[in-house]
């Protein structure tokens, strides 16, 4: 298995700003995946994050919007850019293992005003 | 493209009753299947997972599920729930690529409360 941290928890943050979520994990992983779960709602991928190549985004999601870094094995950023109010969500770091399993860090709870 | 069905938005079990959720997977091979739970306000956690061998998948809390081919089927099942069962359940379906994993892509979940 896999521990993952993320911070912060959760954040209010004001329409228009942009918001940096970061993601920790205790071990070496090559694949890094970023979650979106809205309220009441089930969990959408954003974005796939491997080391040493550029994320892919899936539909609906663009990297003006949601730019990504992986600078390392372990270590991985998501930032939501110009919030607005749509983009309050829960936002969740997972990790992909060789065994093709997924772990995941509690979620980052972002309220925009 | 994958998807994931949990035809059941809520279900509502007493404390000690059988539990049975299910999910419908639509892939074009062998899936990877996966059960997640979700207690309020936390994150997710890997119940069960099916990748090939045995199609009944034992995991963690006494939950249990079946992977069954011909009805593109994943149910999950306990015998007797707890009342700390109650939470939201996502079932997820996965590709396995290179040397790891895909992203997944998960149902809308199912909505499990426990009667006294």
């Known amino acids: 298995s896999a521990v993952i941290s993320q911070k912060p928890s959760r954040d209010i943050c004001q329409r228009g700003t942009s918001l940096t979520i970061q993601c920790q994990v205790d071990?070496?992983?090559?694949?890094m995946f970023w979650y979106r779960q809205q309220p009441g709602q089930s969990l959408t991928l954003i974005a796939t994050?491997?080391?040493?190549?550029?994320?892919?985004?899936e539909s609906g999601f663009v990297i003006d919007k949601f730019p990504i870094s992986r600078p390392n094995l372990t270590f991985s950023t998501l930032t939501v850019s110009n919030m607005s109010p749509e983009d309050s969500s829960i936002y969740l770091c997972?990790?992909?293992?060789?065994?093709?399993?997924?772990?995941f860090g509690e979620g980052s709870r972002l309220t925009v005003l | 493209a994958q998807s994931v069905t949990q035809p059941d938005i809520h279900i509502t079990v007493s404390e000690g009753a059988s539990l049975e959720l299910r999910c419908n997977y639509s892939?074009?091979?062998?899936?990877?299947l996966f059960w997640y739970v979700q207690s309020p306000g936390q994150g997710l956690q890997l119940l069960l997972k099916y990748f090939s061998g045995d199609t009944l998948v034992q995991g963690i809390k006494g939950f249990e599920a079946e992977f069954k081919r011909s009805q593109s089927s994943f149910n999950l099942r306990k015998p007797s729930v707890h009342w700390s069962d109650a939470a939201e359940y996502f079932c997820?379906?996965?590709?396995?690529?290179?040397?790891?994993?895909?992203?997944?892509?998960f149902g809308k979940g199912t909505h499990l409360i426990i009667q006294p």
């Open positions: 997972s990790v992909g293992l060789y065994t093709g399993e997924l772990f």
């Open positions: 994050a491997n080391q040493g190549s550029e994320a892919t985004y």
């Open positions: 997820a379906v996965g590709a396995r690529s290179g040397g790891g994993a895909d992203g997944l892509t």
């Open positions: 892939y074009g091979a062998t899936p990877y």
């Open positions: 071990s070496q992983v090559t694949m």
